[in-house]
């Protein structure tokens, strides 16, 4: 299929799904509630770093779990990414009508995000600024670009993206042993939440339109997927200490990120795909299987090395 084919196939998905953006977005701005990222930042605790005659930094500082403090890192450098998320979407959706307000409308909201992770790690002297700050530059100056060649390719990701940043935020909170960091966590999970069921319910809307086309994207990012914030020069080592830990893992990803979405688009029930449509998803119910026997293997495997660890410690 031709660049200029795919082309004009996404103008004619984005145009049909107009009404739905429409009522998707009306839905999102009657449940979505406004919060106030001060109100989550414990200011009092504050002071002044050596710049400015204070302390600098010191490990003891932090109060965080080392594995729950790298999860926040991770996450919050997946928030900074921000103007990249947007640029991409805003390029594939447009910035015109619905789609356009939209765009501009979960930028707003994800902003939030960074806004009050950061001022409560650096309030609380929860992680090394200096260290969070070096990272973020580096994190933002590489970027995200969309690894899709399609609109329904990135309506896919994102439903999954933002169901997986959700339950990452949820589980990291409960992971930190701070109440006031879970209550921040879960409020930014609950927009998590609202984002992924917009994205969810195009994508839904996008099979009746183009059904081969969507199972076919869903395969791609069903089989492909990475964790946003997978760019991260040390995403890889922190997200085995973060699996480890049971915050976000194989077995999470599947039974509470992919399964609920593809049971929701009642994927393996849809008639009347094409060759290429039923290949698609037949080749995604054959990795699904894999993704599960791993998930198992994956928690034996974490189970049998925590044993032996509390063993040891006895």
């Known amino acids: ?9 996404d103008l004619e998905l984005l145009h049909s799904l107009e009404s739905v953006v429409e ?12 919060w106030m990222p001060h109100d989550y930042v414990p200011w009092s605790e504050g002071r002044d770093f050596a710049f400015l005659g204070g302390e600098d930094w010191r490990p003891e500082d932090s109060r965080l779990d080392p594995v729950a403090k790298a999860a926040m890192v ?4 997946t928030e900074d990414n ?12 447009g910035r015109d009508g619905a789609w356009g307000e939209w765009v501009n409308r979960w930028t707003a909201e994800e902003a939030r995000h960074s806004i009050a992770l950061r001022d409560y790690l650096v309030v609380t002297r929860g992680v090394d600024p200096v260290a969070l700050e070096q990272r973020r530059m580096t994190h933002m100056q590489t970027g995200y670009t969309s690894r899709s060649d399609s609109a329904v390719g990135d309506l896919a990701y994102v439903s999954f993206q933002e169901l997986a940043t ?14 006031l960091a879970d209550r921040l966590l879960t409020r930014i ?8 069921v917009f994205y969810r319910n195009l994508l839904k809307a996008a099979l009746d339109i183009q059904p081969n086309e969507t199972v076919q994207a869903i395969r791609d990012e069903v089989i492909g997927f990475e964790m946003p914030g997978s760019g991260e020069a040390d995403f890889g080592r922190s997200s085995v200490a973060i699996a480890k830990a049971g915050i976000y893992d194989l077995r999470l990803h599947h039974d509470e990120v992919v399964m609920p979405i593809l049971r929701f688009w009642r994927v393996f029930e849809l008639t009347g795909l094409s060759g290429e449509g039923e290949r698609a998803r037949e080749e995604l119910a ?5 993704l599960d026997t791993k998930a198992d293997r994956f928690v034996e495997q974490r189970e049998r090395l925590l044993s032996r660890q ?5």
């Open 74 to 77: 991770i996450n919050l450098l």
């Open 23 to 34: 009522t998707n977005l009306e839905r999102h701005l009657a449940a979505a509630r406004d």
């Open 286 to 290: 054959d990795f699904l299987a894999l």
């Open 166 to 179: 959700r339950v990452s935020h949820r589980n990291t909170g409960r992971a930190t042993g701070c109440p």
């Open 1 to 9: 299929m031709t660049t200029d084919h795919v082309r004009t196939r």
């Open 310 to 314: 509390a063993r040891l410690s006895a």
């Open 82 to 93: 921000l103007p990249s998320y947007h640029r991409e979407i805003a390029v594939v959706f």
């Open 189 to 196: 999970s609950t927009d998590e939440n609202l984002h992924m």
